[in-house]
T-cell receptor
């Protein structure tokens, strides 16, 4: 069965640089969620989109932005990167909001 | 904000033993989900619960949605080495699907 696809899987950036993470949801899933997971931590909700509109917003820094495109893929844009942004970033998708969320393999971002 | 308290934080058990972990919250949740995560990988959905009192099984895994809607537990029977990993509970209280995660239970199984 098709799963959530994330790219790139690994990304190394320097402080103050920008990064773009991409997410391709499971086909026919209309809702996309982004989570950030620091070392030894549980995933923290950043932002979600339903039918290409922002649905909910969590603890996402103002330096980050995201959008969902017409083909339902989503991109998380991160600017002015800081050392503390180093983490695993997961995208998840669901067929119906509030129901089962399926996670992608994640993008490991390292900021040096 | 909303918090989920998951316990125990870690478990070290012998292969073949049963395992139980739980999550509690001060808030009501509409949905409880249980995930397993291997290091550096994405969480894998194990069981989803949608109704208070619901008891659901998936192979050797059984989970229940507490009747008060403020707690859930996960049982693993006859553990095997591949059960090793971090188990997270996650709850959703609104209609946007945003998940709140517990702190995780690290399970180690000794062959």
């Amino acid at each position: 069965a098709a799963g959530v696809i994330q790219s790139p899987r690994h990304l190394i950036k320097e402080k103050r640089e920008t990064a773009t993470l991409k997410c391709y949801p499971i086909p026919r899933h209309d809702t996309v969620y982004w989570y950030q997971q620091g070392p030894g931590q549980d995933p923290q909700f950043l932002i979600s989109f339903y039918e290409k509109m922002q649905s909910d917003k969590g603890s996402i820094p103002d330096r980050f932005s995201a959008q969902q495109f017409s083909d339902y893929h989503s991109e998380l844009n991160m600017s002015s990167l800081e050392l503390g942004d180093s983490a695993l970033y997961f995208c998840a998708s669901s067929l119906v909001r509030g129901y089962e969320q399926y996670f992608g393999p994640g993008t490991r971002l390292t900021v040096t | 904000g909303q918090q989920l308290n998951q316990s125990p934080q870690s478990m070290f058990i012998q292969e073949g033993e049963d395992v139980s972990m739980n999550c509690t919250s001060s808030s009501i949740f509409n949905t409880w989900l249980w995930y397993k995560q291997d290091p550096g990988e994405g969480p894998v959905l194990l069981i989803a619960l949608y109704k208070a009192g619901e008891l659901t099984s998936n192979g050797r895994l059984t989970a229940q949605f507490g009747i008060t809607r403020k707690d859930s537990f996960l049982n693993i029977s006859a553990s095997i080495p591949s059960d090793v990993g971090i188990y997270f509970c996650a709850g959703n209280s609104g209609n946007t699907g945003k998940l709140i995660f517990g702190q995780g239970t690290t399970l180690q199984v000794k062959p």
